[in-house]
C-alpha cells in the first residue's frame, strides 16, 4: 500500500471514531438541563475525586508489573519503573486513537530497552485477554448479585421501547462503517503477510510466556490490584455527590464493569458510550438520567485528567532517559 492510502486509511480511522465519539455525545447530552449541570459541579465534594486519580496509579504500576511477570520467560528482564513508563504513555496514546495505545507502549518499550515489537506485543494481547476474561467472571458475579434488580429493570424497559425513526436510520449506517473498516484492514493485513506473521508469532511467544512465568502468585496478586483498584476508584466518586452518597458495593461493581465494557468499545477514549452507558446503568438504582450523566463525566473527565497528567510525565522522562543515553553514545565516540 502506497504511503498516500496509508494516510487517507488513518484519516479515515481518526474521522471515523471521533465522529462516531462526537455522535454518541450529542445523544446524550442532547436534553440536559446545562445551569442544572452546573450548579452540580458546585456541589462536588472533590476531595474523592482527587483521591480516585491518586488511586489510579496503582493499577498503571500494577499491569507494568504484570507486564514485566509475561516477559521475563522471552528473555526481557526489566524493571517495574521502565514499563511503568512505557504503559503510561500508551495510555497517553490511547486519548488520540483506540487501540493505538497497545502499539504505542511496545514501541517505547523497543526504543527505551530494545524488546523486539513482537514479544512486547505478543505479551499485552495476552494480558488484555486475561483482562477480558477478568471482566467476564465480575459480569457473572454481578448479574448472580443482582439479577432481580436486573430482570425487574429490563422487563420494564423492553415493554416501553420506542426507538426514533433517526436512531433506526443511525445504527445500520454505523454498522456498514464498521464493517468497510474492518475489511480494509483485513485486506490491508494480506499485503503484510510478513508483518503479520511476526505478530503472530509474538502472541504466540505472548501465550508461552504465561504458561512458563516464574513468579505466578505475583502475577495473580497483581491482577487483583488492577481490578481493586479500578473498582475503587470508580466506587469512591459516587460519595462526591449527595444523589449518589447512598450506593452499595454492589452498585459499585456494575459501575466498574459498565465502565470496562463502555471503554472497550472502539470509541475515542470512551467519549459518549461511557457517559450513556454509565447514566443507562444507574437507572437501575433509581439515580435519575441527569445525574447519572454527571457522575459519569466525573468519573470519565477524573480518568482523562489522570491519563493525561501521568502519560505526559512519563512521556517527558522517556524523553530524557533517551537524551542521556544519547549523549553517553557521543561521550564514548
Known sequence: MSSVKKNILAILKVLISVGLAAFLLFLVFRNIEWVDFWQKATEVDYSWVIASVVLSIIP????????????????????????????????LANLALPRLGELTRCGVLNRNDKV????????????????????????????FIEYERL???????????????????????????????????LRNQRKKEGKLSSIIKGFTNGLLSL???????????????????????????VFSLPETSHLDLSA??????????????????????????????????????????????????????????????ALIISALIRRKKTEKVHEFL
Open 60 to 91: 498503571y504500576v500494577a499491569r507494568a508489573y504484570r507486564w514485566n511477570i509475561l516477559l521475563k520467560p522471552l528473555g526481557h528482564d526489566l524493571k517495574t519503573s521502565r514499563t511503568t513508563l512505557a504503559v503510561l504513555i500508551g495510555y
Open 116 to 143: 523486539p515489537v513482537p514479544d512486547a506485543l505478543g505479551t499485552v494481547i495476552v494480558e488484555r485477554l486475561v483482562d477480558v476474561l477478568t471482566l467476564l467472571v465480575l459480569m457473572g458475579l454481578s448479574m
Open 211 to 237: 504458561k512458563d512465568i516464574s513468579n505466578p502468585m505475583g502475577f495473580v496478586i497483581s491482577t487483583l490490584a488492577i481490578w481493586v483498584a479500578y473498582f475503587l476508584m470508580s466506587y469512591i466518586i
Open 151 to 185: 430482570m425487574k429493570f429490563l422487563t420494564e424497559a423492553l415493554a416501553g421501547l420506542a426507538l426514533p425513526n433517526w436512531v433506526i436510520i443511525a445504527l445500520p449506517i454505523i454498522a456498514i462503517l464498521g464493517l468497510a473498516m474492518l475489511i480494509l484492514f
Open 252 to 313: 459499585g461493581l456494575m459501575l466498574l464493569i459498565t465502565g470496562g465494557i463502555a471503554l472497550a468499545l472502539p470509541v475515542q477514549s470512551g467519549f459518549g458510550t461511557y457517559h450513556g452507558m454509565i447514566a443507562g446503568m444507574l437507572l437501575l438504582y433509581s439515580v435519575e438520567v441527569d445525574t447519572g450523566i454527571f457522575l459519569a463525566t466525573l468519573l470519565h473527565t477524573s480518568q482523562i485528567i489522570a491519563i493525561a497528567f501521568f502519560g505526559t510525565t
